[in-house]
């Protein structure tokens, strides 16, 4: 029986707009399994539920209808405060503004996410240094923000959301803010995470992006209207071929 870290099953969100009876359907009845060590993207023109989905599976929104099991736990109608301690010890966010805090210097911008667990002082410290060694940036500790390249701050951000060892990690246009070589770079590093085991879920508008990644599902107009296999995955078949 193959392990999904996340399921979702007839989600549906609808938001109904300020002063008016228009309600706007975001979400429909939405069915999707994501396995454990899967890369995946999700992709969809603008207004196809990209962002509704991303908000849901990261649980920083809740669905009006349906159910999402994460790692075989329902969380769509956990109340507030568990549902804060479930994004804080199961998931990793990665977003296009790097979102660093200016005043403090790489470990310490690291360390924030154990810092709100209540972590150890010298676990913390311990914790994040092995992030930025595992984004690469083990000689940069000291260093603030504004010392950083910007490719340098995304490995900072994509460290501290690994910093707890998240069962999904997310990344909404990871790369949205970099050049072209840079994001490579930062690209790769997903890639070597894959490779270690991680599960992936990334936003992205950019073909080459997804082309990366296992599996693409596009959206259209809150439903899944393709799910198929990406580049990587296409690869590998063909390389057993």
């Given at each position: ?96 503004a790097f979102n660093l805090i ?140």
């Open positions: 029986m193959q392990d999904h870290v996340a399921q979702l099953k007839s989600i549906c969100k609808i938001y109904q707009r300020h002063k008016s009876e228009l309600a706007v359907h975001a979400l429909r009845e939405m069915d999707l399994q994501v396995p454990r060590g899967q890369y995946l993207a999700i992709m969809g023109p603008s207004g196809s539920g990209k962002s509704t989905l991303m908000n849901i599976l990261g649980c920083l929104d809740r669905p009006t209808f349906g159910h999402y099991l994460l790692e075989g736990k329902d969380v769509a109608q956990m109340p507030d405060s568990d549902l804060s301690r479930v994004r804080r010890e199961k998931l990793g966010f990665v977003f296009q200016p005043q403090l210097n790489v470990v310490q911008n690291i360390q924030v996410p154990l810092f709100y667990q209540g972590v150890h002082r010298r676990k913390r410290h311990v914790d994040a240094q092995e992030a930025a060694d595992r984004v690469g940036l083990s000689d940069r500790l000291h260093h603030r923000p504004s010392e950083l390249s910007g490719g340098q701050q995304q490995r900072v951000a994509i460290a501290r959301a690994l910093v707890n060892k998240p069962s999904l990690l997310f990344a909404d246009e990871p790369t949205g803010n970099l050049d072209s070589k840079t994001g490579q770079s930062i690209l790769t590093l997903f890639d070597e995470l894959h490779a270690q085991g991680m599960t992936l879920i990334l936003v992205t508008h950019d073909e080459d992006v997804a082309e990366r990644c296992q599996r693409v599902i596009r959206l259209k107009d809150g439903y899944v209207d393709c799910d198929e296999a990406g580049g990587s995955a296409k690869k590998v078949v063909a390389k057993a071929k």
